[in-house]
Nanobody
Framework: QVQLVESGGGLVQAGGSLRLSCAAS????????MAWYRQAPGKQRELVAR???????NYADSVKGRFTISRDNAKNTVYLQMNSLKPEDTAVYYC????????WGQGTQVTVSS
């Protein structure tokens, strides 16, 4: 059983920055990949960023160059650094762990005001 707990969400003005954290109760290195998804009201959940066990990263085109996914294996924590935030980034952000079993965090709200 693995629990993922997100933190760091909140209200920020456009152009600002936030860093989201996802703390796992297990070793994140045991997973094939860790990822961040987001879901805005009325829209489907979409992949924002992903980092593989080997460290390869992928980003949605909409966030490329602004967001950075990283991890600290010793702390079993995945981060999403979000810079130059836009109102369009407003969504609930979810942490996701890929492995033999998959896990979702509970989500954290990010609201970007104009």
């Amino acid at each position: 059983q693995v629990q993922l707990v997100e933190s760091g969400g909140g209200l920020v003005q456009a152009g600002g920055s936030l860093r989201l954290s996802c703390a796992a109760s297990g070793r994140i290195f045991s997973f094939n990949a860790m990822a961040w998804y987001r879901q805005a009201p009325g829209k489907q959940r979409e992949l924002v960023a992903r980092i593989s066990r080997g460290g390869s990263t992928n980003y949605a085109d909409s966030v490329k160059g602004r967001f950075t996914i990283s991890r600290d294996n010793a702390k079993n924590t995945v981060y999403l650094q979000m810079n130059s935030l836009k109102p369009e980034d407003t969504a609930v952000y979810y942490c996701y762990a890929e492995g033999i079993r998959n896990y979702w965090g509970q989500g954290t709200q990010v609201t970007v005001s104009s």
